[in-house]
């Protein structure tokens, strides 16, 4: 995914000479072109990534598009009051890019993983959350956020993960859900970089003759509440993915609608329950420890579909 980033941002730069990005002293080896092409226009403010909101903010007041760029909970946690006081409250046009959400760094233990900036994003108000789930939804997601004014959040993998669109996503309209697989069971509902997960266990539950639509959320606010709201009318059970805590992320905003729809559709949420990740490992072993790669989502489908 942050492959996919640079590229966008390396085209949008091209075009808009207003557009500048700070990173917190790495992604050298993604940003070597856009350091090469626009040398004054990428900033290493360091291992300040407090500072370096701040300076976001600062340089946004002057007409500026600004890109803060840093790993895991680094750009989110740490500058957290820099984000919601200076960039969100002055509606300064700053977008905060995490790579390596969830357990993409997952060899580097709990302070790396990165699995409640989600609730803490989303719960700030005006702040708009892009989720995307694979390669191409960045593109999409990317092209819209820098042209998008306000404070913006993109969470995004690492390099390398699989694409699950065949090809580029096209006339992407913010903030739409995305279907990839259409179902009469049940709904299966992603958001993030564990789309491929939610894809995995489609495939698991229609080998045992279970129909699973997946619908991949690149925006987790403002949601979509269109498209949820008639799924909450078309299923009668909806699971929901995240590789992220299950309290106040993507699940909860879920479980929100579905309390105020009065459907009857029932939602169980998939994601890190209420711990500390204090096992270290490869992001897919994570995973399945925690209870949320492809066969775990669907073992837990098949087994709700029963109750």
Not at 232 to 249: A, D, K, P, W
Not at 254 to 276: H, P, S
Request: hydrophobic share 40%.
């Amino acid at each position: 995914m942050r492959d996919a980033f640079a590229r966008v941002l390396e085209e949008e730069m091209a075009q808009n000479e207003r557009i500048v990005l700070i990173t917190g002293d790495l992604g050298f080896g993604v940003l070597r072109q856009i350091h090469r092409r626009f040398p004054d226009r990428l900033i290493n403010a360091g291992i300040a990534e407090q500072g370096m909101v701040s300076m976001a903010a600062g340089l946004a007041t002057t007409g500026r598009t600004v890109l803060v760029y840093s790993i895991g909970n680094f750009p989110v946690l740490r500058p957290l009051e820099q984000i919601r006081n200076d960039c969100v409250y002055h509606k300064a046009d700053v977008k905060i890019v995490c790579v390596g959400g969830g357990f993409v760094y997952g060899s580097l233990g709990m302070s790396h993983h990165a699995t409640e900036d989600m609730s803490v994003m989303r719960a700030i108000p005006d702040m708009i959350c892009y989720t995307p789930g694979d390669p191409a939804e960045t593109e999409a997601v990317t092209h819209d956020m820098i042209w998008r004014k306000g404070t913006c959040y993109l969470r995004l993998g690492r390099g390398n993960e699989p694409k699950v669109h065949e090809g580029p996503v096209k006339g992407w309209s913010f903030p739409k859900a995305i279907t990839l697989r259409g179902g009469r069971d049940i709904a299966i509902l992603s958001c993030g970089g564990i789309l491929t997960q939610a894809m995995d266990a489609a495939e698991r539950l229609a080998a045992k003759g279970i129909s699973a639509r997946v619908v991949s959320f690149p925006c987790l606010k403002p949601l979509d509440t269109d498209t949820v709201k008639e799924l909450l009318t078309s299923f009668r059970r909806i699971i929901t993915v995240e590789e992220h805590t299950i309290i106040g992320g993507f699940g909860s905003a879920i479980c929100e609608l579905a309390a105020e729809a009065g459907t009857g559709c029932r939602v169980k949420r998939i994601g890190l329950e209420d711990c500390f990740t204090t096992v270290v490992g490869d992001r897919q072993y994570l995973r399945e420890v925690y209870g949320m790669d492809g066969k775990a989502i669907a073992d837990k489908a098949e087994a709700f579909l029963k109750e």
